[in-house]
């Protein structure tokens, strides 16, 4: 069966230091796979998109890779601060419906 | 970047009564939209792909009676709990993209948190 991955269990750093949270994927070929942030009691808020063409993408802060043979991704957020502080999630478009299946998402607390 | 409206945030009703929630894509048109369902610490469960202008395709296991969508125009998707009970509370968001842009990112509404009492 299909399945996507997250860290289950909530991710606690020192402010500063850098978070890396795994996805990983059985069942899927994506041609793409995408990072959501997500606030309690909001909807989720896009962050970046990674094609499997790319190895690595960076938006400020943030770096994501893709690594297709080991079905997985990873997010990185370096130097952070408690504002980092929500939960993420993977997200794999089911093929040709546009439909975006997301994992279960890893909570982050950034601690001052 | 593009915005999706909810629309309630929050609603309690009764039991019995139904609820009907607004999605609408407020600077794109979307012929797509799709609805979630999320209980607390869980994921998103997608539960259903609105159609703009023919019906909407429900994921295994709702109910689409339960749950009626309506996609009237390319920049409205409705959703109505009916006959609402106690566990149908949850949170519901809806998402968009949009059109002719199917492998980009998905825009979410602000959610809509539901207690039926």
């Known amino acids: 069966s299909q399945k996507i991955e997250q860290n289950s269990e909530a991710l606690n750093i020192q402010e500063g230091k850098t978070a890396t949270l795994t996805c990983n994927y059985t069942?899927?070929?994506?041609?793409?796979l995408q990072w959501y942030r997500q606030d309690p009691g909001r909807g989720p808020v896009f962050l970046l998109l990674?094609?499997?063409?790319?190895k690595e993408k960076r938006k400020e802060r943030l770096k994501v890779t893709f690594d297709t043979t080991l079905k997985q991704s990873l997010f990185h957020i370096t130097a952070s601060q408690p504002a980092d502080s929500a939960t993420y999630l993977c997200?794999?478009?089911?093929?040709?419906?546009?439909?975006?299946?997301f994992g279960q998402g890893t909570t982050l607390q950034v601690k001052p | 970047g593009a915005v999706v409206s909810q629309h309630p945030s929050r609603v309690i009703c009764k039991s019995g009564t139904s609820v009907k929630i607004e999605c609408r894509s407020l600077?794109?048109?979307?012929?797509?939209m799709f609805w979630y369902r999320q209980f607390p610490k869980k994921s998103l469960m997608l539960m259903a792909t609105?159609?703009?202008?023919?019906?909407?395709?429900?994921e295994q296991g709702v109910e689409k009676d339960k749950f009626l969508i309506n996609h009237a125009s390319l920049t409205l998707s409705t959703l109505t709990v009916t006959s609402a009970h106690p566990e149908d509370s949850s949170f519901y968001i809806c998402?968009?993209?949009?059109?002719?842009?199917?492998?980009?990112?998905?825009?979410f509404g602000q959610g809509t948190r539901l207690t039926v009492v």
């Open positions: 069942n899927y070929s994506p041609a793409y």
């Open positions: 600077d794109f048109q979307a012929t797509t």
């Open positions: 998402s968009a993209r949009e059109s002719g842009r199917p492998n980009t990112e998905a825009f």
């Open positions: 990674i094609r499997e063409n790319e």
């Open positions: 997200a794999l478009d089911e093929a040709n419906t546009g439909k975006l299946i």
């Open positions: 609105s159609n703009e202008g023919s019906k909407a395709t429900y």
